[in-house]
Structures are given as structure tokens and as C-alpha cells.
């Protein structure tokens, strides 16, 4: 069998074998586990999608028609998937549930059509693209993938952003557990889409079916993206982040409580706990977390993050305009005030003064 070679075939056949290999990465790492294995399982099956594509323009499909309909189209499974990796990320003690399976009852459905069309002759084939697949399943298959890739991908984003605010209330050091990385891969892939509508009207009103099909290798590269962002993703087993829904509740403002939270800070200096949490803090207080975040959101109007870094810019404020600065650089100071990353203390100290540390001195 003769495979045409140029540019695209190329990059196409190094996308797909990367998948392969990330995709196994993914799965046997050993942390972050079973977001990995959500993770591997996208990669995976983005890959199998991918192969038609490679197939049709490396001349594979002209050379063997009965290869078409194999059973490597998963498309329905890409919006779960990318939902379950998000959702099993930002809380490590996730369990699958039953009614989690409901997510892929479309995908089944999907993979049976597939299993069933590749049993079958060219002959049939061939007569169910005519008759059926190009004017019915087809559009069901492409339409419906990119309805339901916005759907996930509009609650990854939502459970992402309820995460976001869940660590910055819990956690004074967030460098690592963010996830802005992730917040930006989602946002790609929601402009993704737009190229993905622009191919549906091209197909369902125009008929020209592979013209203008650039979103599947996009989607690929972004699932490789993907893939390396969660090989180099730290661990996250200390977060168990579980969405709530708000409730609105007026939370009265406890001076004794909130004098209590200050003098954690002001006289035990527990900012200087460069990894201090949200729990270490109130058991230090002898307090409720709950309430201790209540008061602090609400009576200081910070987060948990805020109110800790505000502390630690402010120890490194003072020394540095003391003999400190004469035994210690900058970053050594920064240190010995709570931070534990060049790069955290310097966003940090520069969200809170406007200017890097070394400005801070001239």
C-alpha cells in the first residue's frame, strides 16, 4: 500500500502517533491518577478520529474502500471526557457513579453504528453513505459532537471557575493547584468551536464535506496540549474540591472572631507557613474553617489567599528597608516571609505594590 506523502499527511501521522504515546503516559502515571486516565482516554480517542482523517488524505481510503465505516469514531465521548477529567482534577476523592454513565450513552450508540456498518460490504457501505450516512447520520454524528463538545466545555469552564475561587479562599500558596493553564486550554478550545460551526453550515448547506475541515487537527493539537499540561501538573491529592450550589445567607461580621483571625497574623505570624491552608490556619484559632472564610470574605472583603499574601508582602516591605537587606538578597527576604517561589513572590508583590521588588528599592 502506497501513502501519499506532503506536509499535512506528515504532521497528521506525527499527531497521531504523540497521542498514542501520551495517551499511554497518561494512563499508567502515577499521579493525579484517574483525572490522567479521563485525560488518556480523550487523547485516545481524539487520535482514533484523527486516523480517518489520515486515511482520506494520505490515499489509504482510495486504495482499500472497504476501510471506511471502521470503528474508530468516539466524537460524542470528547465533551464527557473533557468534563470527568476537569471535574475528577479539582477533587481527587471523585467517584464514578452510575448515573455518570448517562454522559455516554450517546457515544454507545455511536460506536454501534460503527460496529455494525463494519461488518458490512462495500457494496453496502457505499449505499448507506449515499442513502442515509450523508444526509442523516453524518450531520447527526458532526452536529451533535459540536453541540455537546460547547455544552461540556461550558461546564468545565463553570466548575473551573468555582474551583478557582474554592483555592483562592483555602490555600495562601496556589502557584501549582491554579490551574490557569488548563481555564486557558478550555477557552481555546470553545474558540475551536466557532471553526467547528463554520464547517457545519459549509456541510449541511453548502454539501462541500471536506473542504474546510481544519478543526480536527486543530482539536488534536490542543489534545496534545492538553496531554502535556496534565503529565506536568503537580499533584493534587490534597485538594478535594466538591462544587455547591450558593445559597444566599447575610453573614453577620463577628469583631471578636475577625480580632482573633488578625492576631493569628499580627502576633503568631502564621503567614510565615509557606504552604499554610485555610484548615491549618483555623485549627491554629481553634475556630471552624467555615467561619473563619466567612469572616474573612466577608468582614475583611479578601480572599483566604489575599489576606495571607497581603501579610507576607507586607514582612517583605519592612525588611527590606531594614540590615536584612544587607545579609539577604531579595528573593532570600521573600523567603523568609511565607513565599516559596521566585515567580509567586514576584506576581504576588507586584499585584499588591505595582511595582517588582527591585523597583520597590530605587
Known amino acids: 500500500m502506497q501513502i501519499t506523502l506532503n506536509f499535512t499527511v506528515l504532521i497528521l501521522g506525527i499527531i497521531i502517533s504523540s497521542s498514542f504515546f501520551a495517551t499511554g503516559l497518561l494512563w499508567f502515571s502515577s499521579q493525579n491518577k484517574q483525572s490522567n486516565r479521563f485525560l488518556a482516554l480523550l487523547i485516545f480517542t481524539i487520535a482514533l478520529w484523527l486516523i480517518d482523517h489520515f486515511f482520506r488524505i494520505s490515499g489509504i481510503y482510495g486504495q482499500n474502500a472497504n476501510l471506511y465505516f471502521l470503528p474508530i469514531f468516539y466524537s460524542f465521548a470528547f ?146 496540549v492538553l496531554g502535556v499540561g496534565g503529565i506536568r501538573q503537580a499533584n493534587l491529592s490534597e485538594v478535594n474540591f466538591e462544587e455547591e450550589v450558593s445559597q444566599k445567607s447575610h453573614i453577620q461580621i463577628d469583631t471578636k472572631v475577625l480580632e482573633q483571625i488578625k492576631g493569628g497574623m499580627d502576633v503568631q505570624k502564621l503567614y510565615l507557613n509557606p504552604t499554610l491552608t485555610l484548615a491549618e490556619f483555623a485549627k491554629e484559632l481553634k475556630l471552624n474553617p467555615k467561619i473563619v472564610s466567612q469572616q474573612i470574605n466577608t468582614g475583611l472583603g479578601k480572599s483566604f489567599n489575599d489576606f495571607v499574601n497581603e501579610y507576607r508582602v507586607e514582612e517583605v516591605k519592612v525588611r527590606l528597608n531594614s540590615p536584612d537587606l544587607e545579609r539577604l538578597t531579595i528573593l532570600g527576604i521573600a523567603y523568609e516571609s511565607g513565599f516559596n517561589s521566585k515567580t509567586t513572590f514576584n506576581r504576588i508583590f507586584k499585584d499588591f505594590t505595582g511595582v517588582a521588588p527591585r523597583d520597590f528599592l530605587k
Open 79 to 224: 465533551g464527557p471526557l473533557i468534563y470527568f477529567y476537569v471535574k475528577s482534577l479539582v477533587n481527587q476523592s471523585f467517584v464514578f457513579q452510575k448515573n455518570d454513565y448517562l454522559h455516554f450513552i450517546p457515544v454507545l450508540f455511536q460506536a454501534g453504528l460503527y460496529l455494525f456498518l463494519t461488518t458490512k460490504d462495500y457494496a453496502f457501505k457505499n449505499w448507506y453513505w449515499q442513502n442515509v450516512h450523508q444526509w442523516i447520520t453524518y450531520k447527526i454524528e458532526f452536529d451533535g459532537t459540536f453541540i455537546s463538545m460547547l455544552i461540556y466545555l461550558g461546564l468545565s469552564i463553570r466548575l473551573l471557575k468555582s474551583y478557582q475561587i474554592y483555592v483562592a479562599n483555602n490555600f495562601s500558596e496556589t502557584s501549582k493547584i491554579r490551574l490557569n493553564w488548563l481555564k486557558i486550554i478550555l477557552i481555546i478550545l470553545v474558540i475551536l468551536c466557532l471553526q467547528w460551526l463554520v464547517e457545519i453550515i459549509l456541510r449541511d448547506y453548502f454539501h462541500l464535506f471536506f473542504n474546510y475541515d481544519y478543526s480536527i487537527q486543530i482539536l488534536g493539537i490542543m489534545a496534545l
